[in-house]
T-cell receptor, first 114, second 113 residues
Framework: EPEVTQTPSHQVTQMGQEVILRCVPI?????FYWYRQILGQKVEFLVS????????KSEIFDDQFSVERPDGSNFTLKIRSTKLEDSAMYFC????????????FGSGTQLSVL | AQSVTQLGSHVSVSEGALVLLRCNYS??????LFWYVQYPNQGLQLLLK??????LVKGINGFEAEFKKSETSFHLTKPSAHMSDAAEYFC???????????FGAGTRLFVKA
C-alpha cells in the first residue's frame, strides 16, 4: 500500500527556534493535513490544504504556524518560534479525491521543545 | 459544537472475549464515520468507515461497527479478541462541507491471555 513519509522521526529544538517538519504525501492525493497528538491526549486537527491553499484550520494553527507545498511532492509544516507547549507528535496525512475518504497517516515526527 | 465521545479511556478483555468500544457523535446530520487504530510508535490506520448505505460496516482484522442514527452512535465490535488487537482505537467523524476529521480521545484496548 502507498505510504505517507515524514522526516525527521524525532526533532529536538530550543524554545524560540524555528522548525520545519516535512512530509511526502501519497502522489495522487489531493488533500493534505497536519494533526498533532500531545502525549496521552487526543489527536488534534491543525490544518487542511487543498488546491494549493489552506481549506480549514483550527484555533491551534495561529500565526506561528504555516504550511507549504513547495514542489508538488513535499508538504511542510513550519513553526516560527517554538514554545514548550508545541512539544507533541505531529502527523501528516493525505486523502485521495475528496476530504471524506480515509486518511493515510505518516508515522509522525516527535517534536521536543526544550 | 461538533464532538466525538468515546466512553472508556481503557478497556480490558480476555483473549477470545467480545470487544466493544463505544463512540457517540454530536450532530443532527449524520457525518462520515471512521474507526482508526494506532499501534505503538506508528501512525493511525483505518479500520473501517461508514458513509451511506448499510449501517453495519465490516472492516479489517474482524472488526465491525454499526451506525445507529437514533442513538448517534458508531460502536466498534469484534466477536473474539486476539492478543494482536491490543492498541489504541480512535473514533473519528468528518462533517459534510468540512475539511477536518475530528477524533475522539481514544480507547486503549488491553487483551489478557
Amino acid at each position: 500500500e502507498p505510504e505517507v513519509t515524514q522526516t525527521p522521526s524525532h526533532q529536538v529544538t530550543q524554545m524560540g527556534q524555528e522548525v520545519i517538519l516535512r512530509c511526502v504525501p501519497i502522489s495522487n492525493h489531493l488533500y493534505f493535513y497536519w494533526y498533532r497528538q500531545i502525549l496521552g491526549q487526543k489527536v488534534e486537527f491543525l490544518v487542511s490544504f487543498y488546491n494549493n491553499e489552506i481549506s480549514e484550520k483550527s484555533e491551534i494553527f495561529d500565526d506561528q504556524f504555516s504550511v507549504e507545498r513547495p514542489d508538488g511532492s513535499n508538504f511542510t509544516l513550519k513553526i516560527r518560534s517554538t514554545k514548550l507547549e508545541d512539544s507533541a507528535m505531529y502527523f501528516c496525512a493525505s486523502s485521495g479525491q475528496t476530504q471524506y475518504e480515509k486518511l493515510f497517516f505518516g508515522s509522525g515526527t516527535q517534536l521536543s521543545v526544550l | 459544537a461538533q464532538s466525538v465521545t468515546q466512553l472508556g479511556s481503557h478497556v480490558s478483555v480476555s483473549e477470545g472475549a467480545l470487544v466493544l468500544l463505544r463512540c457517540n457523535y454530536s450532530s443532527s446530520v449524520p457525518p462520515y464515520l471512521f474507526w482508526y487504530v494506532q499501534y505503538p510508535n506508528q501512525g493511525l490506520q483505518l479500520l473501517l468507515k461508514y458513509t451511506t448505505g448499510a449501517t453495519l460496516v465490516k472492516g479489517i482484522n474482524g472488526f465491525e461497527a454499526e451506525f445507529k442514527k437514533s442513538e448517534t452512535s458508531f460502536h466498534l465490535t469484534k466477536p473474539s479478541a486476539h492478543m494482536s488487537d491490543a492498541a489504541e482505537y480512535f473514533c473519528a467523524v468528518t462533517y459534510t462541507g468540512g475539511f477536518k476529521t475530528i477524533f475522539g480521545a481514544g480507547t486503549r484496548l488491553f487483551v489478557k491471555a
